[in-house]
C-alpha cells in the first residue's frame, strides 16, 4: 500500500478516518486487519470506525463501515453524519442534499456548514420488558433496531447514570445470551425531562464507552418517547458533553406486535473535520 489518504473527522466525540476508496484502494472485503491497525490509538491513525466511500449505481454513493475491532456494521448515525459531510467537501457530491446506501438500507442527509441530518432506516423489532442478571444485579431492559441493535436502560437519577459501571454491565449485557448471535450496543439513560436525555453507551466493536453514539441517542429518544413520554425533538446530552437532536414522528399503523410505533426518524448534529492527512504503511 502506498500512502493513503484519508480525513479525520468526529462526529459528537465519536471519531472515524474516512476514506474516498471509489476508485479500490481497499479491497473492503478483506480490510479488517488495517481497520484493526489503523484505528489503535498512539501507535497509528486511531479512531472508533473507518469509513470507506463507494461507487454505487443508485444512489450517490454506498459506504463501507467497520469498527476499530474490524468487525462491520449495518449504520452508525454519527458516521453517517461524517460520510454525508465528507462526500459534499470533496466533491463527490455537489450539492448538499444526498442519499447513499448502507446495509441497513439508504440513508438521506442534508448538509448546513458543519451540521448535517440524517433521514435514518425505519427502526424496528422493538421489545419492552426484558429482565436480566448480570453480576448479581437486576437490568429491566428494551431493545430497539435502530439501525443496529441497541438495549436502553434507565437511571433513576443523574447520580445514578454518573455511577454506573458502563464498562462492566455494558460489556455484560451486550454478551448475553438473549441478545446473540449480533449482540446489542447498551445504553445508560437519565431522562431530565420530555425533551431533554443524557445518555452513556458501551459499543460493541469498540467495547467499551464511547464519547457519543448515534443510533444509541435514536434508541434512548425512542423507548423514551414509548416509555416516559418524551416528544420530539429531543435533545441528548452524550458523554462527551455534546448535543444530538433526535426527531421523529409516530408511524401510521403498527401491523403486528413488536412493530416499531416510529416512523420517519432523524438524526442531526455537527460533523466536523479533525484533519486531512496521508497515512504511511510503516503504522500498520
Same mark, same amino acid.
Given at each position: 500500500m502506498q500512502r493513503l489518504p484519508f480525513f479525520k473527522m468526529t462526529g459528537s466525540g465519536n471519531d472515524f478516518m474516512v476514506i474516498d476508496n471509489?476508485?479500490?484502494?481497499?479491497?473492503?472485503?478483506?480490510?479488517?486487519?488495517?481497520?484493526?491497525?489503523?484505528?489503535?490509538?498512539?501507535?497509528?491513525?486511531?479512531?472508533?470506525?473507518?469509513?470507506?466511500?463507494?461507487?454505487?449505481?443508485? +444512489?450517490?454513493?454506498?459506504?463501507?463501515?467497520?469498527?476499530?475491532?474490524?468487525?462491520?456494521?449495518?449504520?452508525?448515525g454519527n458516521g453517517a453524519r461524517c460520510a454525508a459531510r465528507f462526500a459534499y467537501l470533496t466533491g463527490i457530491v455537489a450539492r448538499p442534499s444526498l442519499a447513499f446506501r448502507t446495509l441497513a438500507g439508504v440513508i438521506e442527509a442534508v448538509i448546513s456548514g458543519n451540521?448535517?441530518?440524517?433521514?435514518? =432506516?425505519?427502526?424496528?423489532?422493538?421489545?419492552?420488558?426484558i429482565r436480566l442478571e448480570v453480576h448479581e444485579r437486576s437490568f429491566d431492559l428494551?431493545?430497539?433496531? @435502530?439501525?443496529?441493535?441497541?438495549?436502553?436502560?434507565?437511571?433513576?437519577?443523574?447520580?445514578?447514570?454518573?455511577?454506573?459501571?458502563?464498562?462492566?454491565?455494558?460489556?455484560?449485557?451486550?454478551?448475553?445470551?438473549?441478545?446473540?448471535?449480533?449482540?446489542a450496543n447498551v445504553n445508560f439513560v437519565w431522562p431530565r425531562d420530555e425533551r431533554r436525555l443524557t445518555v452513556r453507551t458501551y459499543e460493541r466493536g469498540v467495547e467499551g464507552e464511547t464519547l457519543a453514539c448515534g443510533t444509541g441517542a435514536i434508541a434512548a429518544s425512542l423507548v423514551s418517547a414509548a416509555k416516559h413520554g418524551a416528544v420530539s425533538p429531543?435533545? +441528548? +446530552? =452524550?458523554?462527551?458533553?455534546? =448535543?444530538?437532536?433526535?426527531?421523529?414522528?409516530?408511524?401510521?399503523? @403498527?401491523?403486528?406486535?413488536?412493530?416499531?410505533?416510529?416512523?420517519?426518524?432523524?438524526?442531526?448534529?455537527e460533523a466536523r473535520v479533525v484533519y486531512e492527512a496521508q497515512l504511511w504503511e510503516e503504522t500498520l
Amino acid at each position: 500500500m502506498q500512502r493513503l489518504p484519508f480525513f479525520k473527522m468526529t462526529g459528537s466525540g465519536n471519531d472515524f478516518m474516512v476514506i474516498d476508496n471509489r476508485e479500490g484502494l481497499l479491497n473492503a472485503d478483506r480490510c479488517q486487519d488495517f481497520v484493526r491497525r489503523a484505528c489503535r490509538r498512539k501507535l497509528s491513525a486511531g479512531a472508533d470506525g473507518v469509513i470507506l466511500i463507494e461507487r454505487d449505481p443508485e +444512489v450517490d454513493f454506498k459506504w463501507r463501515f467497520f469498527n476499530a475491532d474490524g468487525s462491520e456494521a449495518e449504520m452508525c448515525g454519527n458516521g453517517a453524519r461524517c460520510a454525508a459531510r465528507f462526500a459534499y467537501l470533496t466533491g463527490i457530491v455537489a450539492r448538499p442534499s444526498l442519499a447513499f446506501r448502507t446495509l441497513a438500507g439508504v440513508i438521506e442527509a442534508v448538509i448546513s456548514g458543519n451540521r448535517v441530518k440524517v433521514q435514518m =432506516t425505519r427502526p424496528h423489532s422493538f421489545q419492552t420488558g426484558i429482565r436480566l442478571e448480570v453480576h448479581e444485579r437486576s437490568f429491566d431492559l428494551d431493545f430497539i433496531n @435502530t439501525g443496529v441493535p441497541h438495549v436502553v436502560w434507565f437511571a433513576a437519577s443523574a447520580r445514578e447514570l454518573e455511577s454506573a459501571d458502563v464498562l462492566k454491565w455494558g460489556q455484560a449485557l451486550r454478551l448475553h445470551p438473549h441478545f446473540q448471535p449480533a449482540g446489542a450496543n447498551v445504553n445508560f439513560v437519565w431522562p431530565r425531562d420530555e425533551r431533554r436525555l443524557t445518555v452513556r453507551t458501551y459499543e460493541r466493536g469498540v467495547e467499551g464507552e464511547t464519547l457519543a453514539c448515534g443510533t444509541g441517542a435514536i434508541a434512548a429518544s425512542l423507548v423514551s418517547a414509548a416509555k416516559h413520554g418524551a416528544v420530539s425533538p429531543v435533545e +441528548v +446530552v =452524550t458523554s462527551g458533553g455534546e =448535543t444530538l437532536t433526535v426527531h421523529f414522528e409516530a408511524a401510521a399503523s @403498527t401491523p403486528h406486535p413488536g412493530a416499531s410505533p416510529f416512523g420517519k426518524v432523524y438524526l442531526e448534529g455537527e460533523a466536523r473535520v479533525v484533519y486531512e492527512a496521508q497515512l504511511w504503511e510503516e503504522t500498520l
